[in-house]
């Protein structure tokens, strides 16, 4: 069976730092372009970062950018958001997603496979 999990979500003070881990089962991800999103309480699902399969290309939302990081470890079949400088307003559900092509897709309905999601709260 394929799945997609998160961890590494938790409850973090404004400026502290947290690493999601996204591993996959049943399916090598070198094949694989893996984004993250997020989705807080009462509003739509976002997109954070992509990273291409073979991790030679990353995009970030505006949001994010200078704060996260998203690398791959294809040996580990793991995908990683590095989150820094966390601000109240990254508080999500944070869910990564893969898709079988080497650059990242374009919308978010295009991701076959997706994880149950990991929480993320930012708050003093």
């Known amino acids: 069976q394929l799945r997609l999990v998160e961890s590494g979500g938790g409850l973090v003070q404004p400026g502290g730092s947290l690493r999601l881990s996204c591993a996959a089962s049943?399916?090598?991800?070198?094949?694989?372009?893996i984004g993250w999103f997020r989705q807080a309480p009462g509003k739509e699902r976002e997109g954070v970062s992509c990273?291409?399969?073979?991790?030679?290309?990353?995009n970030y939302a505006d949001s994010v950018k200078g704060r996260f990081l998203i690398t791959r470890d294809n040996a580990k079949n793991t995908v990683y958001l590095q989150m820094n400088s966390l601000k109240p307003e990254d508080t999500a559900v944070y869910y990564c997603?893969?898709?079988?092509?080497?650059?990242?897709?374009?919308?978010?309905?295009?991701?076959?496979?997706w994880g149950q999601g990991t929480q993320v709260t930012v708050s003093s």
């Open positions: 990273i291409s399969s073979s991790g030679g290309s990353t």
């Open positions: 049943g399916f090598t991800l070198n094949y694989y372009a």
């Open positions: 997603a893969a898709e079988r092509r080497p650059s990242c897709p374009s919308f978010r309905y295009e991701y076959d496979y």
